[in-house]
């Protein structure tokens, strides 16, 4: 299994809405990069061909998810960050441990995205709680691909 460092990347630009005015704004991409220069390279590259005018990297933070898992239908087409706790016992004391980490859920809706997370959860051995599952403001991921 391949590690990801995972960045989200925020693009700022000039958005023409359905009434036809102009608003800048500023979107969340989720970018699978080995440094922040990549990650921005990637991104510039990415978005080039679906932004006309000019527009800018306004913001690059790592992010911390341990997995992501991806749909194939159309409808999902919103990010969900679900909270797992894990759940261990300590050797010694004999007491519950509950380690949290972030997964990322591409699904339509909230029902969705945790039925995902369940599918995509099955085949971990470690018991695990759902602490929340909270919908994103990012747009698209984009997962490295070799050349």
């Not at 630009?13 to 990637?42: C, Q």
């Not at 679900?82 to 591409?106: H, N, R, Y």
């Not at 099955?122 to 991921?141: F, N």
Request: contains cysteine; negative net charge.
């Amino acid at each position: 299994m391949a590690m990801h460092t995972w960045f989200e990347c925020k693009i700022r630009y000039e958005k023409t809405l359905e009434n036809g005015m102009i608003k800048k704004v500023t979107e969340p991409y989720l970018m699978d990069a080995l440094t922040f220069t990549e990650s921005e390279a990637r991104i510039l590259e990415e978005m080039t061909p679906y932004l006309s005018g000019e527009f800018t990297v306004s913001d690059i933070k790592r992010a911390n998810y341990s997995e992501l898992f991806f749909a194939q239908d159309e409808d999902a087409d919103r990010w969900f960050k679900c909270k797992l706790l894990f759940i261990t016992l300590d050797e010694k004391s004999g007491a519950e441990k509950k380690t949290a980490t972030q997964v990322l859920v591409q699904a339509a809706d909230l029902r969705d995205a945790v039925k995902r997370l369940d599918e995509g959860m099955k085949g971990t051995m470690a018991d695990y709680q759902i602490a929340s599952v909270a919908e994103t403001p990012i747009m698209d991921v984009f997962p490295y691909k070799a050349e």
